[in-house]
């Protein structure tokens, strides 16, 4: 395995930190500079640690610049930001029709892609309609087989609210895809380990993301049951491998509500342990 690991001396401070900070010891300090144990290169999980802590930006790995990344702690939002955007996210059930642009989508999932995955093993696939001719496609046709579902009385008593979802739909009524000009779902193959964290991360990231650039969202279980229980066929439709396991739908696009507040929910259940 080449990790293009190489080290500039003529701005290494030798400090070790990145021998200290490497999760699996893979950096040692030979006499003079940083340097891979060949013994032990194939333990990297490629997190990249050892470029992100290197107080100089000496050390570069997997081809990366270290000037290319963001500076920090500068670059990050402070704690009253973070408590706003946590606080006054919302789910977002008014959309305006305007597609967002392609780029702001892209940079968005690049981003996201920085979401935590059980042992760096970054295999979220990002499934996304941008196409607003798709968006309409995929909203017919999962309407559509609800409809069929119940016709051919399929639904369980548990699944009868798509009853309502369809005969809201003949009235104009969108309750399910809410009108949203885009949806966002993250599936990983069954073999990692961890599938059901990267997925609900790397969501909940995107989530966040969206709401700190004024781009609404709704996370919807609806869909989900509607594909995982109903019509089964349409994760084929979206492309998405029949081995991954899928997360929920997030719908997403520009809100056509504001809200001027964010909501109270300070009521928090907080189990402190204290041992003796
Ligand atoms: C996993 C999950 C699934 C959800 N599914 C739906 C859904 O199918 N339809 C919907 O309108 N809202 C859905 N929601 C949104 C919740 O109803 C919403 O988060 C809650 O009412 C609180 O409102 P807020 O998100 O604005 O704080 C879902 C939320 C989560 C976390």
């Known amino acids: 395995m080449d990790l293009q690991f190489t080290v500039d001396q003529t ?7 990145c021998v200290d900070d490497c999760p699996f010891h893979i950096i040692e300090l030979t006499p003079d500079f940083p340097a891979l144990n060949p013994k032990r290169i194939h333990h990297c999980i490629q997190c990249q640690h050892c470029l992100a802590v290197c107080p100089t930006g000496a050390l570069s790995i997997l081809g990366c ?4 990344s963001l500076p920090l702690p500068e670059s990050l939002p402070n704690g009253q930001q973070m408590t706003a955007l946590i606080r006054g996210r919302r789910s977002i059930r008014h959309f305006q029709p305007e597609p967002l642009d392609a780029a702001v989508i892209e940079s968005m999932l690049r981003t996201v892609a920085n979401a935590p995955t059980g042992k760096n093993n970054r295999q979220c696939l990002f ?5 607003q001719a798709s968006m309409a496609l995929f909203r017919q046709e999962t309407i559509e087989g609800l409809r069929t579902a119940v016709t051919e009385k399929r639904l369980s008593d548990a699944q009868s609210y798509f009853r309502h979802v369809v005969s809201a739909w003949d009235q104009g009524r969108d309750i ?8 966002f779902m993250v599936s990983v193959p069954k073999t990692v380990s961890t599938p059901d964290a990267d997925i609900l991360i ?6 966040l993301m969206a709401a700190s650039m004024g781009i609404g969202t709704l996370w919807n279980a609806m869909i989900r049951w509607a594909f995982s229980e109903i019509s089964t066929d349409m994760y084929k439709r979206l492309g998405i491998p029949e081995d991954h396991i899928k997360g929920y739908a997030l719908l997403f696009g520009k809100p056509a509500v504001t809200y001027h507040r964010t909501v109270q929910r300070d009521e928090v259940q907080i189990n402190r342990v204290m041992l003796s």
Do not use: K, W
């Open 11 to 17: 701005l290494c401070i030798q400090c070790g930190a």
């Open 65 to 68: 610049n270290p000037q290319n």
């Open 127 to 131: 499934t996304v309609i941008e196409d």
């Open 176 to 183: 399910i895809f809410r009108n949203a000009p885009h949806l």
């Open 202 to 207: 790397a969501m909940s990231y995107f989530e």
